[in-house]
């Protein structure tokens, strides 16, 4: 079986697929010896520890190799947190699909926000842009499309008719070529569930320090959890009091 | 206003010795920064292995010289490199390389004498050359850590190991080194021997196990750093709490 087929087959609505994610090629080794089943990357985390902003500030081009070591530093298969693609129209994230597959990662992420702005582009303009990245890729590559609905609104407006309109985008992201979708900010495992009930993909939770267990996610219907910066932030405060400790 | 070299410089004291918590990216170097450090240091190790490739100058010298640009960008404080064997044998184009590197911002390097890749260290007036060549290229405001490998390599540390360690401090110092670095030496009364007979601020790693900082400030050391430690502890953690996440 290809690591892509490997990996696609991990997501299991209900038995999540816990994603701990890296951000070097040394963070995804010590992931892997932790028993880790796949290695995903987090842009924050990349971005941070390279010094840059979230939000495409990190050059395209350390961006692949960064994907490039990872994937040659383990046998896991690698997904890339790919935000935007790096490209605003068709021809650019063909292009730029088809370089992150050549990295040796097996799946990314890409998200509906105009990167570097507060709009989240129409269904339509998502959609064409999942089927360009589609055509990059080829099949045997798990797009997990994200919508950054919850993420755009308070918790408090997470409610009936915002989980609606995620469930439109998941199913039309379905039929343009995504695998997977993903919900990061969305806690309310009402909505969840009613998300995961209605949409054929297998759905992506992102784990929040204080935020649902791993079993109500799994309860919820989720097949994959990930951790987004969290365990960077977490990295970065241990160093810190680490070398605290080790200056006084 | 002192500029950073002199600053980092400065913080050269014997028997106050300046700690550096080996750092590998501009993350870890905020991380450091955050706990209050005066100046940073990368490990050439850490750089490595954070990015998938073993020690010993496999990091391409363009990556090398890039992660030291974004770090300094990324800072306030003096950064010092561990430059290794500067990527090269030839006293000139180690010199060029080291321009390079100086080129980025860093305040200084470490330099080493070991074969890297090879067995043993380079005889001494090779390294004399080498170091004479980078101190020519990188002028008087860049701080040259010049490292023997000699007590890593040996198995046993004995006196006559230690006239040897002397006789390359000394050698390093008239060839225009700033510093000298020894790592594995640790027993304290040879410590205060390379410390008396050596006229360079000495640098030892602090490895687990080692005497307490106090007992090495008091036998003159005057800079301790922390080489492949810290990165390697905090990838034990960042295991441990991965293990915890996923099980």
Redesign the interface.
């Known amino acids: 079986m290809s690591k892509f087929e490997t990996f696609a087959r991990l997501h299991v609505a209900g038995e999540p697929l816990v994603l701990f994610n890296a951000w070097d090629p040394g963070s995804a080794q010590a992931i892997a010896k932790s028993g880790a089943r796949a290695i995903a990357t987090g842009s924050a985390s990349v971005s941070m520890a390279n010094g840059f902003a979230d939000g495409e500030a990190v050059p395209l081009e350390l961006a692949l190799a960064n994907a490039g070591r990872i994937a040659s530093a383990v046998e896991l298969p690698v997904t890339i947190d790919f935000e935007g693609g790096y490209s605003t129209h068709r021809d650019g994230l063909v292009a730029n699909a088809r370089r992150l597959a050549e990295t040796g990662a097996i799946g990314c992420n890409f998200e509906d926000q105009v990167v570097g702005t507060d709009r989240i582009y129409d269904i339509v303009e998502q959609v064409a842009r999942i089927s360009a990245f589609r055509q990059g890729v080829g099949d045997n590559f798990f797009i997990n499309a994200r919508t950054d609905l919850f993420l755009k609104a308070k918790p408090a407006a997470h409610d009936h008719l915002l989980a609606d309109q995620a469930i439109e985008r998941a199913l039309a992201y379905a039929d343009s070529g995504a695998s997977g979708f993903f919900i990061p900010g969305l806690s309310d495992l009402l909505l969840v569930e009613r998300i995961t009930s209605a949409v054929s993909l297998p759905v992506n939770a992102m784990h929040l320090p204080g935020g649902p267990a791993r079993a109500d996610w799994a309860s919820a219907g989720i097949a994959r959890v990930s951790h987004g910066p969290f365990p960077y932030m977490a990295m970065q405060e241990w160093l810190q009091e680490e070398a605290r400790a080790a200056l006084a | 206003m002192p500029g950073k070299f002199e600053t980092f410089a400065a913080l050269h004291v014997p028997g106050d010795p300046l700690?550096l918590?080996n750092i590998w990216?501009?993350?870890?170097a905020?991380?450091?920064v955050?706990?209050?450090?005066r100046a940073l240091a990368t490990g050439s190790h850490?750089v490595a292995?954070?990015?998938?490739w073993p020690d010993g100058q496999n990091v391409p010298i363009d990556f090398a010289l890039a992660n030291a640009r974004?770090?300094v960008?990324?800072v306030e404080i003096p950064l010092t490199v561990d430059f290794e064997g500067a990527y090269s044998t030839s006293p000139t184009v180690g010199g060029e390389n080291c321009a390079r590197l100086k080129e980025t911002g860093a305040v200084g390097c470490n330099f080493e004498d070991q074969v890297i890749g090879g067995e043993g260290v380079h005889p001494l007036d090779l390294q004399v050359r080498r170091i004479a060549a980078i101190r020519e290229a990188v002028g008087n405001d860049f701080f040259i850590n010049a490292r023997t490998d000699i007590v890593l390599k040996a198995e046993a540390c004995d006196d006559a190991l230690i006239e040897e360690v002397v006789e390359r401090g000394n050698a390093f110092a008239d060839a225009g080194a700033s510093g000298f670095f020894v790592p594995r030496l640790s027993e304290p009364g040879q410590v205060e021997r390379v410390v008396r007979e050596v006229p360079l601020p000495l640098n030892l790693i602090?490895f687990p196990g080692a005497p307490d900082k106090k007992v090495w400030a008091d036998a003159g050391v005057a800079r301790i750093s922390?080489g492949p430690f810290?990165?390697r502890?905090?990838?034990?953690?960042?295991?441990?709490?991965?293990?915890q996440?996923?099980?």
């Open positions: 700690v918590y990216d501009v993350g870890s905020h991380a450091v955050a706990a209050g450090a850490p292995v954070a990015n998938g974004r770090i960008q990324a602090a922390h810290p990165h502890a905090l990838m034990k953690t960042l295991e441990e709490m991965a293990r996440a996923i099980s």
